[in-house]
């Protein structure tokens, strides 16, 4: 699976971005799907993920209420909408893809599959 993410620039605060994450390769839908994200000095952390059908979400408390996490297995594609965007969600964002494993949660599945990263940033 190879992943290629878009979408990021500089946002004021309050504003709304959308990152796409386009994904190529076979059996998209069997993958969970995550965007996790990178702030200056800090280490990676997870953000949001969705099932591979869709239908479960997990998020970080940090987005609760103003990120959304979709997708679109027809065309290959997942997305993070974000919106009432704060100066802390300044960060390279990635897309990343793993397999599930039996009563691993979302943000504990391995990923094995990233993306090289958007840069978004939140100006106050």
């Known amino acids: 699976v190879q992943l290629q993410a878009s979408g990021g620039g500089l946002v004021q605060a309050g504003g709304s971005l959308r990152l796409s994450c386009a994904a190529s390769?076979?059996?998209?839908?069997?993958?969970?799907m995550a965007w996790f994200r990178q702030a200056p000095g800090k280490e990676r952390e997870f953000v949001m993920g969705?099932?591979?059908?869709?239908?479960?979400?997990a998020y970080a408390d940090s987005v609760k209420g103003r990120f959304t996490i979709s997708r679109d297995n027809a065309n290959n594609m997942v997305y993070l909408q974000m919106n009432s965007l704060e100066p802390d969600d300044t960060a390279v964002y990635y897309c990343?893809?793993?397999?599930?494993?039996?009563?691993?949660?979302?943000?504990?599945?391995?990923?094995?599959?990233w993306g090289q990263g958007t840069l978004v940033t939140v100006s106050s």
């Open positions: 990343a893809a793993g397999l599930p494993i039996y009563l691993r949660t979302i943000p504990r599945t391995p990923y094995d599959y």
């Open positions: 390769g076979r059996s998209f839908s069997l993958f969970i």
């Open positions: 969705i099932s591979g059908s869709g239908s479960s979400t």
